[in-house]
Structure formats: structure tokens, C-alpha cells
């Protein structure tokens, strides 16, 4: 059964910086393409960033497009979401998963942007 876990989420002040963190345990890694998605209250998950299992291509949703940046470390089937310059408006659970989302979600960290 595979199971993603994430972690590195918390509380941060606006213009502040998280590092996310997501591992699989089970199944293949490497040769999927990886996303991060995000949910804020009220409202659907959304899309964040996508990572190739080549590692050399990324792509972001327009509302994090150079602030934000995914990676990815197939040897420890982990993949990575650094934050920079949050806004209140990132305010959510962050979620990893395939791209298209196809594996059981896991359970999310909260990511909360306030002064």
C-alpha cells in the first residue's frame, strides 16, 4: 500500500519562508511525474507545482510562479516544496500526490501565513 506523508508546515509571518517535505513509502517513485495541491478552507483543492520524474522540467500554478519551487529526490522517493515570500492567500493543507493525482492523499500539513 503506498502512503505519502508530509511535513515542514506551520505558522509564518507574510514575506516568511517554508520548506515542505512529502515521502512515499511503497511502490514506484522515480518514474512518476510529482505535484503538490493545496486546500484552503472553504475551497477546492487546487494544483501547485508539478515536478517531471526526470527532474528537469517543473511547472507552477501563476499564483506561486517565482516564489515557490518544487524538487524532488528519487533516491528517498521525497519531494520538496520550498516557499518563499508567503502571502496570507497560501494559506492552506499542502498535499502531495502523483500528477494526475491517482495515489490515496495523505493526510497534509497545515500551512498558515498571519501576522
Known amino acids: 500500500q503506498v502512503q505519502l506523508v508530509e511535513s515542514g508546515g506551520g505558522l509564518v509571518q507574510p514575506g516568511g519562508s517554508l520548506r515542505l517535505s512529502c515521502a512515499q513509502a511503497?511502490?514506484?517513485?522515480?518514474?512518476?511525474?510529482m505535484a503538490w495541491y493545496r486546500q484552503a478552507p472553504g475551497k477546492q483543492r487546487e494544483w501547485v507545482a508539478r515536478?517531471?520524474?526526470?527532474?528537469?522540467?517543473?511547472n507552477y500554478a501563476d499564483s506561486v510562479k517565482g516564489r515557490f519551487t518544487i524538487s524532488r529526490d528519487n533516491a528517498k522517493k521525497t519531494i520538496f516544496l520550498q516557499m518563499n515570500n508567503l502571502k496570507p492567500e497560501d494559506t492552506a493543507v499542502y498535499y502531495c500526490?502523483?500528477?494526475?493525482?491517482?495515489?490515496?492523499w495523505g493526510q497534509g500539513t497545515q500551512v498558515t501565513v498571519s501576522s
Open positions: 511503497g511502490s514506484a517513485f522515480s518514474v512518476y511525474t
Open positions: 515536478i517531471l520524474a526526470s527532474e528537469t522540467t517543473t
Open positions: 500526490n502523483r500528477d494526475p493525482p491517482t495515489l490515496a
